[in-house]
């Protein structure tokens, strides 16, 4: 399928077994699979799916880093998720030294969908993700605009803005 220009990678993950994921737009940014077993493609809301396991020693998809992912004034991270559990710092999107999208526990362990953005900008948003039962599908996605006006750093639940 292919995308506007603007998206710099979409993976649908209809692949199985160990393979790459393939990247569907225009810069191939196919992801690696790492401590895959071949047991991690599920179903999907709309087609292909990952499972992804908890924990500092599960598996995961890596993307190379490349001009093309690396935003630097402009940036949306989104995925589609069906948690099983809210962990400590599950991570849904992240580039180490840039930015992530993950679920994170406060000091009294109360669970937040946060988008955080690392480097010059250093900031951090999230939301008390307690409306979000675990065993469902949910849209999420973190946005920043450095040239928006007032608050430039967004996390999306389904469509609607959650934190700001």
Do not use: C
Request: charged fraction near 20%.
């Amino acid at each position: 399928m292919a995308w506007a220009p603007g998206y710099a990678g979409v993976w649908h993950l209809n692949e199985t077994g160990t393979v790459s994921r393939e990247d569907s737009s225009q810069y191939a940014n196919h992801a690696a699979t790492q401590l895959y077993d071949g047991s991690e493609a599920v179903q999907g809301l709309m087609s292909g799916a990952d499972h992804f396991g908890r924990g500092a020693t599960t598996n995961a998809l890596r993307v190379d880093s490349t001009v093309s992912i690396n935003a630097t004034d402009t940036l949306t991270v989104s995925a589609w998720i069906r948690p099983e559990q809210w962990d400590n710092d599950n991570v849904i999107v992240r580039r180490e030294d840039a930015y992530r999208l993950y679920n994170r526990f406060d000091d009294v362990s109360e669970s937040y969908m946060t988008f955080k953005l690392r480097g010059d900008v250093n900031k951090e948003i999230g939301w008390h993700n307690s409306n979000m039962p675990t065993g469902q599908w949910y849209y999420v996605a973190g946005t920043y605009d450095r040239y928006a006006a007032g608050n430039n750093l967004l996390v999306y639940v389904n469509g609607v803005v959650v934190a700001q």
